[in-house]
């Protein structure tokens, strides 16, 4: 898709080489790292931890120094129970709490770190691969499918080469705030590559997918964007597939990008959904529409 490329500094192939972590992963692997920033429910599990851990450690040295001076005198008087009580918590207990507070530490660390692998670094949405990955699962584990849109900025170079990429970025953003406005908390949302992206709606019929696209074109017509001297009417165009069972992710995908590439090639700013019929007992599935026309169109339309 032409312009795929624009802004495409944010997507990363599977292939290519891992980055360093950004500035805001830095602040907050710092932020973690003071202990006195460290949440409520944080503390709460550290102070269980050790308490746990020392309760056990106590018992142990009550039973072990009983039975040492049960063996050697006449038993473990109210010193021995004393100095069984109090050697475990003075030297086992800052250890345990040191150890419990730094294993929650890597804990967040690494709940952080797999976080910002999943997400597109500009939008914050789900990058192409966590995407993928999601919406594959959810429709291998389910019976009743569900709806793949596949929304792409209409005239995007053309956004870039008049504002600057800096706006381009600021519009991708708009653009992501837009769709987030019109989605559920179950509905799943990736950035595909460029200013293309990719919209999962669990268990959705074809209307229900026909009238979240509208209202995601509506939304994002809606967005003011341009600077001091010229302004722009932000738009997208909307391919979408609906699953009434499950299906691989790439069959799907194929789907709704054959409708988006026909939606480009008839005029932009608008959508097309496909309801892809139950497969029959011998496995085949007939689309009641003609599987070629997106092809051809793919081949006709340019961004």
């Known amino acids: 898709m032409p312009g795929i490329f624009s802004n495409a500094a944010t997507s990363r192939s599977p292939n290519s080489p891992r980055v360093a972590p950004d500035a805001e992963l830095q602040d907050t692997l710092s932020i973690m790292a003071r202990s006195g920033r460290l949440p409520a429910q944080a503390w709460a599990s550290i102070s269980w931890h050790t308490l746990r851990h020392m309760a056990v450690a106590v018992v142990a040295s009550v039973i072990i120094s009983h039975l040492i001076l049960g063996t050697l005198s006449q038993g473990m008087d109210a010193f021995g129970l004393t100095a069984a009580i109090v050697a475990p918590l003075a030297l086992g207990g800052p250890m345990v709490f040191y150890t419990s507070l730094k294993h929650y530490q890597l804990e967040m660390a690494y709940r952080a770190l797999e976080d910002t692998a999943s997400k597109d670094s500009l939008t914050k949405c789900l990058n192409h691969g966590a995407f993928v990955d999601a919406v ?47 989605l559920g908390s179950k509905d799943l949302l990736g950035r595909l590559g460029g200013e293309e992206f990719g919209i999962y709606l669990p268990e959705a019929t ?40 499950a299906m691989a992710f790439n069959d799907l995908f194929r789907l709704a990008d054959e409708q988006l590439y026909k939606v480009k090639a008839t005029g932009r700013n608008n959508s097309d959904i496909v309801l892809i019929p139950p497969r029959p007992a011998n496995g085949t599935a007939s689309l009641g529409t003609n599987d070629t026309a997106g092809l051809d169109a793919k081949k006709a339309v340019g961004a």
């Open 136 to 182: 594959g699962a959810a429709l291998a584990a389910g019976d009743k499918g569900g709806a793949l849109l596949v929304a792409d900025a209409d005239h995007f170079k053309s956004i870039n080469d008049r504002f600057g990429h800096a706006s381009g970025d600021a519009a991708l953003k708009l653009i992501v705030s837009a769709i987030r406005s019109v």
């Open 206 to 245: 074809s209307a229900q997918a026909q009238r979240v696209a509208d209202t995601i074109r509506q939304a994002i017509t809606r967005i003011e964007f341009g600077n001091e001297s010229e302004s722009c009417v932000l738009s997208v165009s909307i391919g979408g597939a609906v699953a009434t069972q």
